[in-house]
């Protein structure tokens, strides 16, 4: 037995938009991928280190599902969230969907899925699900992983599982759009200034602006930090640069948005904040380069340089945030 839904799968760089696009297709509401990532207030910063960790993380979004509901909020979507201890309930949320003929989205650790190319513990990857027989998942991820995928339903139901930083209990989701939707484009400044609220105003130094400048001090002391730096620097710039982050953090992601964003409003703000976002992606990527090369030399001047440009980035990203916080509706 095979049960699918005809769904609308089109390329895309980072897992959680990735899913909503499948979602929102379904439902008649097509944006594209930073649309998306933008109206859900998605790009952040965090610099994440614990003694339980193995080596620093470097984030460059808001925290997993965070953007889902930002969006659905922003939207008027109806977001039904599913969690359970029990992974029978959990699996019979999902198949009572696709029966019903509705694509859902998952989180889950990436690291048990068939598909995956990389084996690294992430409990906060997305997909959508849209099929299943007696023995696999049909889902939809990444491009870099595949884009229309399957999996065992053993690994679904590991990867669903999951328990450590970031996993949910079997979250399942779909999204509803409302009859009276309102227009995208008149929530584009509303996300924009939250976004660049969030990221000018953190609660903690390892956040936003100021994580950017915490970074930068202490990636100098990364050859101190790990006892195995051919691994550790290289791993971290692959998750800055290729790890469905669309490159450079995300920051491709968000000026991409940003310019879509210039040939719907005529804004000053708007667009300095784009040609900063476009300068700061460029510098993202230089700065994962510079980590993955110190990584294979063991050379501290290019942690250094890294440093230097991380400390430019703070800047850089703070002034185009304070242009992008005076938008006004």
Excluded at 140 to 169: E, H, I
């Amino acid at each position: 037995m095979t049960t699918v839904v005809d769904i609308n799968a089109r390329g895309a760089q980072h897992c959680e938009t990735t899913a909503l696009g499948v979602l929102l297709r379904h439902q008649g509401l097509d944006l594209s991928e930073p649309m998306l990532f933008g109206l859900g207030s998605g790009l952040s910063f965090i610099y994440w280190d614990s003694k339980n960790m193995g080596f620093p993380f470097l984030g460059g979004r808001v925290k997993p599902f965070d953007l889902t509901m930002n969006l659905a909020t922003r939207l008027g979507l109806e977001l039904l969230v599913q969690e359970t201890a029990s992974p029978r309930k959990g699996w019979d949320n999902v198949a009572a969907s696709i029966r019903a003929g509705h694509p859902v989205g998952l989180q889950l650790d990436s690291y048990y899925l068939d598909y995956f190319g990389s084996k690294v513990h992430f409990g906060g990857h997305v997909v959508a699900m849209y099929g299943y027989d007696d023995h696999r998942a049909y889902m939809v991820d990444t491009d870099q992983q595949g884009g229309t995928v399957s999996t065992s339903l053993t690994s679904l139901a590991q990867a669903r599982a999951a328990r450590g930083p970031m996993t949910a209990k079997h979250r399942s989701f779909t999204l509803t759009t409302p009859t009276n939707l309102p227009s995208p484009q008149g929530q584009i400044i509303p996300a924009i200034t939250a976004c660049a609220d969030a990221f000018l105003h953190p609660p903690i130094a390892n956040l936003g602006h100021r994580g950017i400048e915490r970074a930068g001090k202490l990636v100098r002391t990364w050859f101190q930090r790990t006892d195995d730096p051919q691994r550790d620097l290289p791993q971290a710039a692959l998750l800055m640069e290729k790890a469905g982050t669309g490159g450079a953090l995300f920051r491709n992601l968000y000026g991409d948005f940003l310019a879509e964003c210039t040939d719907l409003l005529d804004s000053s703000h708007l667009r300095t904040g784009h040609t900063l976002y476009t300068e700061a992606a460029t510098l993202w990527t230089e700065v994962a380069a510079l980590i993955n090369k110190a990584g294979g030399s063991g050379e501290t001047q290019l942690l250094i340089q890294a440093s230097t440009i991380l400390g430019d980035l703070s800047h850089l990203e703070r002034e185009a945030m304070q242009a992008l916080s005076c938008l006004e509706a």
